[in-house]
Nanobody, 122 residues
């Protein structure tokens, strides 16, 4: 499956962005989907994940209550709604697809998008 992330940009602290991840090649309904982020000089960290049927969602503690992951299997899309953004949220955001039932670690994801830059100014 090919993944294309979009929607990043420059936003002031307190603002909002909505990231999208468009999939092609295979239907995303076969995969658990996740978002990760990587700041310069840091490891790629888990942000959020969603089960195949949207029944379960998972979030990093740092984004709980501010970010919302969702998916539309009919459109083959996954989204990340980001509110109350902070400068610490600045990173390249990646969407990923997993055939595993583990959501939190990069090694359990099989396919990755190219990333979209999110920059939050103070």
């Amino acid at each position: 499956v090919q993944l294309q992330a979009s929607g990043g940009g420059l936003v002031q602290a307190g603002g909002s962005l909505r990231l999208s991840c468009a999939a092609s090649g295979r239907t995303v309904s076969n995969f658990r989907m996740g978002w990760f982020r990587q700041a310069p000089g840091k490891e790629r960290d888990f942000v959020a994940a969603i089960s195949r049927d949207s029944g379960y969602t998972y979030y990093a503690d740092s984004v709980k209550g501010r970010f919302t992951i969702s998916r539309d299997n009919a459109k083959n899309d996954v989204y990340l709604e980001m509110n109350s953004l902070k400068p610490d949220d600045t990173a390249v955001y990646y969407c990923a697809a997993s055939t595993s039932y583990n959501s939190y670690y990069t090694r359990y994801y099989d396919y990755w998008g190219q990333g979209t830059q999110v920059t939050v100014s103070s």
